[in-house]
């Protein structure tokens, strides 16, 4: 019998980051160790669609993804496994041992496909629901990684129906937060689809709709002139902290267009910061990732203002890019753990994590004599 694990590597989704998630999954797909693991391909379309081929992320790549056959994760007597639609009959495919979800996003990194893969018994890589939705939700984020004591510039959270109906009232609740320049962003995406910097009023209401179209919750928050330090964490109970790196943008931020599109863009690792300074932004890592209950992986990214010195949290990924050029990955290979190691580790926390959910008493039963 074979001893490899049957893993099951799904990408894609319903989220502004689908093209994204291809980029992210063939680098894994390309890493993956063909002696340990046995891999079945899911795509999941923009409209939601589950899909499975042996080459799905190939013609996904090649946007022919709705031509392939339904797929389904369902469990039997508590065993999870990978089923496609033929002929309107479901063919068993395989037993899964682990799922690796390679998305970003909505419907991605957000808790909603982690709570299937709980209620299907699965074992996967990365955060659970609790802590991926509430590190996918900006705002929310904010007000958790504040009450553990580390500090985040001033916000406001505004709906799409307050901006649709009342635009004037946003823009006064926002010019009473901060003075301009503000950052506008979807409050639940990440590599930087639909952030803008919005330097005056005019600019202002364009972000706004802009931002609107990609969420129903938007964030603003004060802009200031800031370096951006980013921290890798993998880990469960125990976890392994990044030295800190630093993004140079070739923007006025670190935008969509920098971080996928215009090679590998320049960075410092380590960042160039005093100890002092690296260590405290190391420890607030650490807090944030156990603030929000996080698991597998994480990065946590933070501002350091360059007129005072003074940092600021921003936010925290819990499914963070895995392209060749992505920050997390950089920032522990340059602590020796190479991509391929961090793959094989990701998915043992994976294992691990689920291994520790088996020991959870399910049932309770009251003794008659009480």
């Known amino acids: ?91 068993e495919v395989t037993q899964i041992d682990i799922v690796f979800p390679v998305l970003h996003g909505t419907f991605g990194e957000d808790g909603t496909i982690q709570g299937l893969f709980e209620i299907q018994n699965c074992a996967y890589v990365g955060a659970g629901v609790l802590a991926s939705s509430v590190a996918m939700d900006k705002a929310l984020c904010k007000d958790v990684v504040a009450n553990a004591g580390i500090p985040v510039l001033p916000y406001g959270i505004f709906s799409r129906q307050q901006i649709e109906n009342d635009l004037p009232a946003v823009i006064e609740a926002v010019e009473g937060i901060s003075a301009y320049p503000v950052f506008v962003k979807p409050a639940n995406l990440g590599s930087s689809v639909g952030i803008t910097k919005a330097k005056n009023r005019s600019q202002l209401q364009d972000s706004l709709r802009l931002a609107a179209r990609y969420d129903r919750r938007i964030l603003v928050e004060r802009g200031i002139e800031a370096r951006e330090i980013e921290i890798s964490v993998l880990g469960n109970e125990d976890v392994v902290v990044s030295v800190p790196g630093e993004i140079v943008p070739g923007d006025e931020f670190y935008t969509y267009k920098d971080k996928y599109h215009s090679g590998d863009p320049e960075t410092a690792i380590p960042a160039p910061l005093p100890e002092p300074v690296s260590e405290q932004l190391r420890t607030w890592a650490v807090q944030t990732f156990r603030a ?12 350091l203002d360059k007129n005072s010195g003074k940092a600021w949290f921003n936010e ?44 959870t008493l399910r049932k309770f039963e009251v003794d008659d004599e009480q």
């Open 1 to 91: 019998m074979s001893t490899k694990l049957n893993l099951v590597l799904i990408f894609g989704g319903k989220s502004g980051e689908h093209a994204v998630s291809l980029m992210s999954a063939r680098s894994v797909l390309n890493a993956l160790d063909s002696e340990k693991y046995q891999v079945f391909q899911v795509g999941i379309t923009r409209e939601g669609r589950w899909t499975y081929a042996a080459n799905a992320l190939e013609v996904f790549e090649n946007k022919h993804g709705e031509s392939l056959n339904e797929a389904f994760i369902l469990a039997r007597n508590e065993t999870p496994y990978l089923y496609e639609l033929i002929d309107g009959q479901l063919r």
């Open 292 to 303: 929000i209950d996080g698991a597998g992986l994480a990065r946590v990214d933070f501002l």
């Open 316 to 359: 925290i990924n819990t499914m963070p890019g895995f392209t060749q050029i992505s920050m997390y990955s950089k920032l522990l290979a340059y602590s020796g753990l190479n991509y391929r190691q961090l793959i094989d580790q990701l998915i043992e926390l994976g294992l691990e994590r689920k291994a520790d959910q088996a020991r």
